[in-house]
């Protein structure tokens, strides 16, 4: 499967920010959201099951993010909100071919995008 992150940008603290991953082939059992801050190994963020489409977050953006894909447009979405500047990295999307949505571990994840920066500062 081909992964294209679309959606970065740079915005101020508070602000939102709306991302696209445009899948090309079988998604797998689940689409996932991960970012890579400078200096820092890459996280979890966000994943879904491709078919039921339970979401899993990290902990620290609960509340503030969501995550969703539409199986028909084969596109995994993630909506940012009150956005700081800890939220700041490059942003991946990944799909896996395992049922692992629960663990937001990369290393469950086989094919990835190229990635989109996402800057928040003031």
């Known amino acids: 499967v081909l992964l294209m992150e679309s959606g970065g940008g740079s915005v101020e603290p508070g602000e939102s920010l709306n991302l696209s991953c445009k899948a090309s082939g079988d998604s797998g059992y689940c689409l996932g959201w991960f970012r890579q801050a400078p200096g820092k190994g890459r996280e979890g963020v966000a994943t879904i099951w491709t078919h039921s489409g339970s979401p899993y977050y990290a902990d620290s953006v609960k509340g503030r993010f969501t995550v969703s894909r539409d199986n028909a447009k084969q596109t995994l979405y993630l909506r940012m909100s009150s956005l700081t500047p800890d939220d700041t990295a490059t942003y991946y999307c990944?799909?896996?071919?395992?049922?692992?949505?629960?663990?937001?571990?990369?290393?469950?994840?086989?094919?990835w995008g190229q990635g989109t920066q996402v800057m928040v500062a003031a």
């Open positions: 990944a799909s896996s071919a395992t049922p692992v949505c629960f663990d937001l571990s990369p290393q469950n994840y086989n094919n």
